[in-house]
């Protein structure tokens, strides 16, 4: 167990709909990092917060948007859901966001029908 | 920004020989390479990490070996077991601004058979 808390662990939803995804970071960590893993494209890196504070954007898409609350845990909004955002997404957390390592959650198994 | 190539995707190996995957980044600024290992459904887990300050590192059977100069590393495992069937994923980050943001290469799907 990595200590990082992600859920649900599965979401079966429709296109077109919005989805939340959660992740609580282990204890005393400060960063928060949120990636997507399809088939075709491994790990694609989609947004890093540091305390509260959103730090790096990689290949996020505009109908995606996250959040980190004061309380560190993180939230990734999906919305206007097609069928090619089915994928297992990751959030994964670290000390202080600075090249370290990064634990990950297991993951939210997301299925667009 | 950072593009990571890793090679091969897939590798077989007899138990007992030893695996070598390779990867080439882009940005010559990128000074931290960590590699991940992904077992079957479960999340990637750190193996190993170097940085651009050393060339090689060196962790029971594994060892990375960091060459700037033509902006590759590799991963190297050694006397190969079962246990080591996994997706490897290289890594690449550079700090700007201080942050890091690690760019994964594609994958490397590991099978070692008895």
Known sequence: DSGVTQTPKHLITATGQRVTLRCSPRSGDLSVYWYQQSLDQGLQFLIQYYNGEERAKGNILERFSAQQFPDLHSELNLSSLELGDS??????????????????????????? | GENVEQHPSTLSVQ?????????????????????????????????????????????QRIAVTLNKTAKHFSL????????????????????????GKLQFGAGTQVVVTP
């Open chain 1, 87 to 113: 994928a297992l997404y990751f959030c994964a957390s670290s000390v202080q966001g600075l090249n370290e390592k990064l634990f990950f959650g297991s993951g939210t198994q997301l299925s667009v029908l």
């Open chain 2, 15 to 59: 138990e007992g020989d030893s695996a070598v995957i390779k990867c080439t980044y882009s940005d010559s600024a990128s000074n931290y390479f960590p590699w991940y290992k992904q077992e079957l459904g479960k999340r990637p887990q750190l193996i190993i990490d170097i940085r651009s300050n050393v060339g090689e590192k060196k962790d």
């Open chain 2, 76 to 99: 190297h495992i050694t006397e190969t077991q079962p246990e080591d069937s996994a997706v490897y994923f290289c890594a690449a980050s550079m700090t700007t601004d201080s942050w």
